[in-house]
């Protein structure tokens, strides 16, 4: 069975453009989250999709946005991009919304410059 | 507000020494604590999960141990090896949420 699959795994952007990461979850999972992980601050939770439904949200600004297609496949959208959001973006997928195994993928590096 | 404290930050344990890093939580709603294993240019891994009502599992060389009353959960790596240098993750779930609150990682290294 296929991981969980992260694109692009290397991203340089300048501060004030915007930034599309994708993640493709493992096969039958229909949850998908997204975690931001920095030095500084660890790993913090962004979004959880269930179903192509928001099903809960992390303290981030609006900037951060999300969303899940049929096929459960996730986009994340960075607005605006600040330096401060220089991070290694994972993303997690899961069979059920609650309480079950998380699959990480790789993450995706995201450099503003 | 940190609602997961791990410690400590970093750790070096001799070859087949045992390592242990403890987890202390806030929030008595939380029901699920898994831990992960990163290696460097990696997303975290599984390594072993808990729920409230065990007070201990054992997966190979991993031990989980779950102490409810105090609020505190710890990683025991047994014969620790070289390939267990690595930063570990402590982790809790709310009830009936899929949302992971994260520690902020022991950064592992086992001497050979």
């Known amino acids: 069975k296929a991981g969980v699959t992260q694109t692009p795994r290397y991203l340089i952007k300048t501060r004030g453009q915007q930034v599309t990461l994708s993640c493709s979850p493992i096969?039958?999972?229909?949850?998908v989250s997204w975690y931001q992980q920095t030095p500084g601050q660890g790993l913090q939770f962004l979004f959880e999709?269930?179903?192509?439904?928001?099903?809960n949200k992390g303290n981030f600004p609006g900037r951060f946005s999300g969303r899940q297609f049929s096929n459960s496949r996730s986009e994340m959208n960075v607005s605006t991009l600040e330096l401060g959001d220089s991070a290694l973006y994972l993303c997690?997928?899961?069979?059920?919304?609650?309480?079950?195994?998380?699959?990480f993928g790789q993450g995706t590096r995201l450099t503003v410059v | 507000q940190q609602q997961v404290k791990q410690s400590p930050q970093s750790l070096i344990v001799q070859k087949g020494g045992i390592s242990i890093i403890n987890c202390a939580y806030e929030?008595?709603?939380?029901?699920?604590f898994p831990w992960y294993q990163q290696f460097p240019g990696k997303g975290p891994a599984l390594l072993i999960a808990?729920?409230?009502?065990?007070s201990e599992k054992k997966e190979g060389r991993f031990t989980i141990s779950f102490n409810k009353s105090a609020k505190q959960f710890s990683l025991h790596i047994m014969d620790s090896q070289p390939g267990d240098s690595a930063t570990y993750f402590c982790?809790?779930?709310?009830?009936?949420?899929?949302?992971?609150?994260f520690g902020k990682g022991t950064m592992l290294l086992v001497s050979p």
């Open positions: 997690a997928s899961s069979s059920q919304s609650v309480n079950t195994e998380a699959f």
């Open positions: 096969s039958g999972h229909r949850s």
């Open positions: 808990i729920r409230p009502d065990v």
């Open positions: 982790a809790a779930s709310l009830e009936g949420y899929s949302t992971l609150t």
């Open positions: 929030n008595t709603a939380f029901d699920y």
């Open positions: 999709y269930f179903s192509e439904t928001q099903r």
